[in-house]
């Protein structure tokens, strides 16, 4: 009887022990899931968001895989035919990421209730298809001018507010022996993001204008659009001698070491610059508009985070995704990548002083998305494509503005069919 009565103490100490464990987390199997991404400059700081939601799910190890930039559309499109893809991944706004939910890679979120919660309607359509959303928006960024603020005192030049203005103090300090812009064309999407997305809407209009030209209102080789070609052709005597061997990188390293006053950049080069340190004082302003127009800025809803629909770790993969909806996860990503901003609408504090400056040039202004993303990359050729060509053909001088505006046009014309009425 003593026997029996052990027994049945030890079965039970047993079963509490596995209970305990089990409560505690305590030798559970622990889960590795990949987290694909173009991010190649922050493995640092997203490992320490990763560390962030490590400490509070022990179980679920997240591993951060970034892709060179240009290449990670393509590189990811191959990984998820090939069923190679990440378990998580940045997906972007818009047509890219639709497209891939389309073809069935990204998992729907429509159980996810932090979503409506905690962001705009605004921000989740940029993630999502019919209602259905199909990324967790994670983070945006802001366009703008960085600019020697020293060389600007020195040369008693003033934040233009005009587009005419910015050209006056090009010519300025290209008189004084000094690069105006750093920026060049070596790497292509420099000039075709960067600058001319970076001053387009402020030539043909925000978000109710690019409507126009999606919805067939307008044709894309317009006066307006041909004024915004113009506009980059008046801005190329400006750029540095050779532009056409200058890389992005070498772009940053000409403002930096004072070759060059400004800089036509975005939000994201906030860390890089904070990090180099340069011996002079600079800041940002925002692209201006020309005399008559409203100064728009682009300010872009740049990646969400995806479930792989053939991930074999889905619901640790929710998981992750719900915690990215928080306050918590929101506040380490704009401390921790300043530049990049939480599209969570809780309230988050920027930090960082040069981040919250590039954040505030939106203020008090319209802003939109950059012009190809909502409704122009799922064709062939796409409009990612045909603006980076007319955009370098204009600074080369191989193209004029209206050739431009009307490649731009007659390439659309291919396949986007709102272009089809003003077909010749």
């Known amino acids: 009887m003593r026997e029996k009565r052990y027994l049945a103490l030890l079965f039970i100490v047993s079963v509490l022990g596995v209970l305990f464990t089990s409560a505690m987390g305590v030798g559970a199997e622990t889960v590795t899931l990949t987290l694909g991404s173009w991010r190649v400059d922050d493995v640092e700081q997203v490992n320490k968001l990763l560390d962030a939601f490590h400490q509070s799910h022990p179980n679920i190890h997240i591993r951060f895989n970034p892709t060179n930039p240009p290449d990670y559309n393509a590189v990811l499109r191959t990984q998820l035919t090939g069923g190679t893809g990440p378990d998580l991944m940045y997906v972007r706004s818009f047509k890219v990421g639709q497209d891939l939910f389309t073809e069935g890679y990204l998992e729907p979120l429509t159980g996810m209730q932090e979503l409506e919660e905690n962001y705009s309607e605004g921000s989740r359509d940029a993630w999502s298809l019919n209602d259905v959303p199909f990324a967790v928006p994670f983070m945006a960024v802001s366009h703008g001018v960085y600019y020697n603020v020293e060389l600007f005192a020195k040369h008693n030049l003033q934040i233009p507010e005009t587009w005419e203005e910015l050209l006056v103090a090009a010519e300025t300090l290209q008189t004084a022996g000094i690069i105006p812009f750093a920026n060049g064309s070596k790497d292509e999407w420099d000039m075709n993001e960067i600058v001319f997305m970076n001053l387009l809407p402020n030539f043909i209009g925000g978000r109710e204008a690019r409507q126009e030209y999606e919805t067939g209102e307008v044709p894309f080789s317009d006066e307006k659009m041909v004024a915004a070609f113009q506009a980059l052709k008046d801005l190329a005597p400006y ?84 915690w990215l909806t928080t306050v918590e996860a929101a506040q380490i990503l704009a401390d921790e990548i300043p530049g990049f901003y939480p599209l969570n609408k809780n309230s988050i504090q920027i930090k960082n002083k040069y981040a919250n400056d590039f954040y505030a040039l939106s203020e008090g202004k319209d802003v939109d998305a950059r012009f190809v993303w909502p409704e122009l990359q799922s064709g062939e050729p796409d409009g990612y494509l045909l603006t980076q060509t007319a955009a370098l053909a204009v600074v080369k001088g191989s193209m004029t503005p209206k050739e431009a505006a009307d490649y731009l046009q007659t390439g659309l014309e291919n396949w986007f069919a709102p272009t089809q009425k003003f077909k010749k």
């Open 239 to 322: 750029l540095p001698q050779g532009q056409e061997g200058v890389s992005y990188y070498d772009a940053q390293q000409l403002f930096l070491l004072g070759r060059a006053a400004m800089f036509f950049g975005g939000s994201w080069d906030v860390a890089f610059f904070v990090s180099s340190d340069p011996d002079f004082e600079w800041s940002v302003f925002a692209t201006p508009a020309p005399v008559g127009r409203r100064t728009i800025v682009t300010f872009h809803p740049d990646a969400g985070i995806g479930l792989n629909s053939a991930s074999k770790f889905k619901e640790a993969g929710y998981t992750f995704l719900t």
